[in-house]
């Protein structure tokens, strides 16, 4: 009897194990599927994001592109009246104005050799500033219509007094990058010479930037 029942339960137990070894494949098939929809979903959104990523970084540079465009119509418009260029008619017009600032002294805080990182040495800074064209006639004695040079002189002293810099052509670049960014200065002209680093003579860099 038992005998007859084993052999009766055993078509419905092996029926069994086949039904539940299809539904485990069937449900690992689901799982590769939905894992592959994922993966799809993810690569299209990597895309669209580095889409996205290069259009902005298009519109960015077209931005710089207009604004340098903008800015050199605006230097050349001003600049119209160079020494070499016909005089303008308008009789009270300058061809051109240049703000000068020479032999300014200070110990300033440059240099790479061991006894110029222990202390600040003496320095000597002529700076000129092309200022473009500028009306003859003043308009009135208010100081808000002409570049303070009081402000010149005190950024020159605190860009060479403040951290220490290494190299003399880049306390160079520093001032010439800080005096293009006053308000009019369409060029600038910097020196900078060391004054005691040797016993026979001076050290002196110049440099150029912007329009002249």
Known sequence: MHSLLRRGMLPLVIGAALLAGCATKESAQMAQAAADAARM?????????????????????????????????????????KPDAPHSSAPDMLNSQVLQLNGLRFDANVGVLPHERKAAQPIQVDAELNLGRQSALARDASIRHVLDYRRVRQIVIDECTGEHTDLLESLLAKLCQRLLRLP????????VAKLKIFDDCEVAIRCEAGLW
């Open 41 to 81: 979903s993810a690569d299209q959104a990597r895309a669209t994001a580095d889409q996205a990523l290069a259009a902005a970084q298009s519109a960015t540079q077209r931005a710089d592109q207009a604004n340098s465009s903008a800015q050199a119509a605006q230097q050349a418009a001003l600049f119209v009246g």
């Open 184 to 191: 009019g200065v369409l060029g600038v002209r910097v020196r």
